[in-house]
């Protein structure tokens, strides 16, 4: 069964800085691509960022400019989003999910929750 643990959340102030992580179990890590979504409040599940194990790159939203770091640790079975320069817009339940996934980026974990207010 796939499991996927997020944490890292919390609050912070605006143009702070976060680590998320994501602990990965129940299938072999290192040989899938995974992705960080993100769900603010009212709106829709918003796509983050992409760590492909086709290409070895890593792919971000346009909103994440380069405030925002994706990274993997395969012996670990864990990924990390690096979250700098916060902004309120960036509040928001993020989430890690494992490829390939369906309309609603199923499997994902339970989230971090992540509020950035001064």
């Known amino acids: 069964e796939v499991k996927l643990v997020e944490s890292g959340g919390g609050v912070v102030q605006p143009g702070g800085s976060l680590r998320l992580s994501c602990v990965a179990s129940?299938?072999?890590?290192?040989?899938?691509?995974m992705s960080w979504v993100r769900q603010a409040p009212g709106k829709g599940l918003e796509w983050v960022s992409t760590l492909s194990v086709v290409d070895q790159n890593a792919y971000y939203a346009d909103f994440v400019g380069d405030r925002f770091t994706a990274s993997r640790d395969n012996a670990k079975n864990t990924m990390y989003l690096e979250l700098r320069d916060l902004k309120s817009e960036d509040t928001a339940m993020y989430y890690c999910?494992?490829?390939?996934?369906?309309?609603?980026?199923?499997?994902r974990g339970q989230g971090t929750q992540v509020t950035v207010s001064s």
């Open positions: 999910t494992k490829h390939p996934y369906d309309k609603s980026y199923r499997p």
């Open positions: 129940g299938f072999t890590f290192r040989e899938y691509s």
